[in-house]
């Protein structure tokens, strides 16, 4: 039996007001490494979740913003992705 997987991509990236000591440290080692016209590097956390069947889009947004990130410093953006097939 093959049934449809609902997946949605969260991304969650440190808000540009923000310094981001990873991403400096990044942005740095690729320099060092010959790569010297980079300016700038964030470093994020993508988060990839499949759901049987579609999310509640406002329970995803709270559990997003509530449990995912830090709203302090972070923002994070949703997107839907079409269904994907897999055998049971």
């Not at 010959?34 to 590097?41: A, H, P, T």
């Not at 956390?45 to 995912?68: G, N, S």
Request: aromatic share 4%; proline share 7%.
């Amino acid at each position: 039996m093959v049934k449809a997987l609902m997946k949605v991509r969260v991304i969650v990236m440190p808000k540009q007001s923000v310094l981001d000591p990873q991403g400096v440290a990044v942005r740095n080692a690729l320099k060092d490494v010959g790569l010297q016209s980079v300016e700038n590097v964030r470093v994020g956390k993508l988060l990839e979740l499949e759901f049987a069947a579609p999310p509640d889009e406002q329970r995803l947004d709270e559990i997003c913003r509530d449990l995912l990130s830090n709203p302090v410093i972070e923002d994070y953006s949703i997107r839907y992705l079409s269904p994907t097939k897999t055998s049971a």
